[in-house]
């Protein structure tokens, strides 16, 4: 395993330590895109090494984020599929391309409803209330109650 980069008790940071470097989040967006072979997501992300898209790909199976399968023996070749952990980072990826569609000069693509073909919006909800919130805060866990429930 690697050696942690941010040592701060942080949720941001320490997901940082594992989705934090060059290529990580394109390697784990491609995956989620279906481009599940080593050669389709080099294909895909121009610019990459093979060696760095390797490393990449041995973290996040370290990490809990993806998994491997050996589909071809000869010469060895491996499919890789997001656990459930890495399947939860898609509404990272949503927000990110939401930020981008609000804030970037040359954006690239939108999220769309995909019944009505509309633009959404990111949204909060509270399970307790059933409703969607405006107002939110990230609040410290309780050393003893790491549920974040009371």
């Known amino acids: 395993?690697?050696?942690?980069?941010y040592d701060l008790p942080c949720n941001i940071a320490q997901t940082l330590n594992i989705i934090g470097d060059r290529w990580t989040l394109l390697v784990l967006h491609e995956i989620l895109a279906g481009r599940t072979t080593f050669n389709e997501i080099k294909k895909e992300?121009?610019?990459?090494?093979?060696?760095?898209?390797?490393?990449?790909?041995?973290?996040?199976?370290?990490?809990?984020?993806?998994?491997?399968?050996?589909?071809?023996?000869?010469?060895?070749?491996?499919?890789?599929?997001?656990?459930e952990s890495g399947k939860e980072l898609e509404g990272v990826f949503n927000a990110m391309i939401m930020w981008g569609r609000n804030n970037l000069e040359k954006c690239y693509k939108k999220l769309i409803h995909t019944e009505c073909k509309h633009e959404v919006e990111l949204a909060y909800y509270c399970p307790h209330c059933k409703r969607n919130v405006d107002e939110v805060e990230a609040v410290e866990l309780d050393t003893v109650d790491t549920t974040g429930l009371k």
């Open 45 to 83: 992300l121009n610019g990459i090494s093979s060696n760095i898209l390797s490393d990449r790909l041995k973290h996040l199976e370290q990490s809990g984020l993806v998994v491997s399968s050996l589909y071809s023996e000869h010469p060895p070749r491996y499919e890789y599929r997001l656990t």
């Open 1 to 5: 395993m690697r050696e942690s980069k």
